[in-house]
């Protein structure tokens, strides 16, 4: 049976856009942490709280300069419910507040190098290896900031709320007079006006309006720059000391910018991931694990559950699926073998792949080159069929290699499930 975990990740995988069965345009969610996204804030101007990142007791020496009021110590993972959290060592907490400088870097030992456990972690939590030390502020007022890219408007729109701080869905749907929704003019960008409008609306009073409208230009200064299709400021938040500060944020990226923007996709994090997944991404191929004992090498969402649905129906179960896409190379298949045969579960491989844009004999030519490369000792069922199958199944029968050939997938997955 498989995990929630993989299911999850299959119908992630299944959301994805598609323009043809065997050619689907991939895409991934780029995560970083929430100093990683302050960084992106304090790079384009934006005022954020100033803040340390430490590792353990040797980076002490990063606070000696770091003189403030009050520190706010957060442990760095890519899960929510954090403050209300526990780690593994029995520490309650991944955020703590103290006035002492002195006891910063005992809560951050506690912290590093284990696993702290929140409502949206795995069951064994997530490793800690960052703590971000930031200044603690006094918020008087929050408001909600977010600029995203819209299809229906066909460009960027800015999304404003004073009731910040809180589920901005649920002020939709409740209070919807207090969001305020601004399309932003992709040639020209946001202007002044607009955003001075907006800081009235946010109901920043006398020269907060200026610095609010600040704010908020630098903000869309970084949209642009970073190629972000959303910016989410949750709280854009007004300080007992007459400042406007951007406490949280959330960044997406355009993953068609990754050319542009090497630097930020660089700095992904990956905590809970499998490592076949992210080995896969490198080599434009989608990896998702099951908990069966058939490896599924495949191309397109449509053929992968086809192909796992039969391979059950006939008594077997799927151990992973690899889709190579439609723009495969002879390379990504040996590397797509590579990582199949990486799960000790996997006792056989079933290839079912549809050339329609996809050349079969260039899959054919990979086959061969990785049975051969890799010597492969696991029982290896094909079943082809599209443009240049006949080429394709010649390739494989002078191979000379133990390769079953199969007509159709139900054929295949037998071939598949009997031969374990």
Do not use: W
Not at 56 to 84: C, H, P, S, T, W
Not at 212 to 230: H, M, N, R, S
Not at 237 to 254: C, M, Y
Not at 379 to 390: F, M, Y
């Amino acid at each position: 049976m498989a995990t929630i975990a993989s299911l999850s990740k299959f119908c992630t995988y299944l959301a994805k856009p598609v323009t043809q069965t065997c050619f689907r345009v991939p895409k991934r969610n780029l995560n970083l942490l929430e100093y990683q996204s302050k960084k992106l804030l304090e790079e384009s101007g934006v005022a954020i709280q100033n803040f340390r990142i430490l590792e353990g007791k040797k980076d002490a020496d990063v606070l000696k300069d770091f003189n403030v009021n009050e520190y706010v110590v957060k442990a760095q993972i890519l899960a929510g419910g954090r403050g209300k959290g526990h780690f593994d060592n029995g520490f309650k907490g991944g955020v703590h507040i103290t006035k002492d400088r002195g006891a910063v870097i005992p809560l951050v030992e506690k912290m590093v190098g284990h696993k702290l456990i929140t409502k949206q972690t795995p069951k064994d939590g997530i490793l800690v290896k960052k703590v971000m030390v930031a200044d603690s502020i006094n918020i008087v007022r929050e408001t909600y900031l977010s600029i995203v890219m819209d299809r229906e408007h066909n460009g960027p729109v800015l999304i404003a709320s004073p009731d910040g701080g809180m589920d901005i869905e649920a002020v939709a749907e409740e209070t919807p007079d207090r969001i305020k929704t601004i399309p932003i003019d992709i040639t020209s960008g946001i202007s002044r006006q607009q955003a001075v409008d907006v800081a009235r609306f946010l109901e920043f009073k006398g020269p907060l309006v200026e610095k609010a409208a600040d704010e908020i230009t630098k903000l869309y200064g970084l949209f642009t720059k970073v190629d972000a299709v959303q910016i989410e400021i949750n709280p854009l938040a007004e300080t007992d000391d007459g400042r406007v500060i951007s406490v949280d944020a959330k960044l997406n990226f355009d993953d068609n910018a990754q050319f542009r923007q090497k630097d930020i996709f660089a700095m992904e994090v990956h905590e809970d991931t499998d490592p076949k997944e992210i080995e896969a991404s490198k080599y434009n191929l989608n990896y998702i694990a099951m908990e069966g004992n058939i490896g599924c090498l495949v191309n397109g969402a449509g053929l992968a559950m086809a192909t796992m649905d039969i391979i059950k129906l006939n008594g077997g179960s799927p151990a992973n699926f690899l889709d190579v896409g439609g723009n495969v190379k002879e390379d990504q298949v040996l590397k797509a073998f590579q990582i199949l045969t990486s799960d000790t579960n996997v006792k056989a491989i079933l290839v079912n792949v549809f050339g329609g844009i996809v050349n079969c004999a260039t899959i054919a030519n990979g086959i061969v080159n990785a049975t051969k490369t890799m010597n492969l000792k696991v029982p290896l069922i094909v079943r082809l069929e599209g443009t240049n199958v006949q080429a394709a199944k010649k390739i494989l029968e002078q191979s000379g290699l133990e390769i079953q050939s199969a007509h159709d997938l139900d054929e295949a997955a037998k071939k598949a499930v009997q031969s374990i």
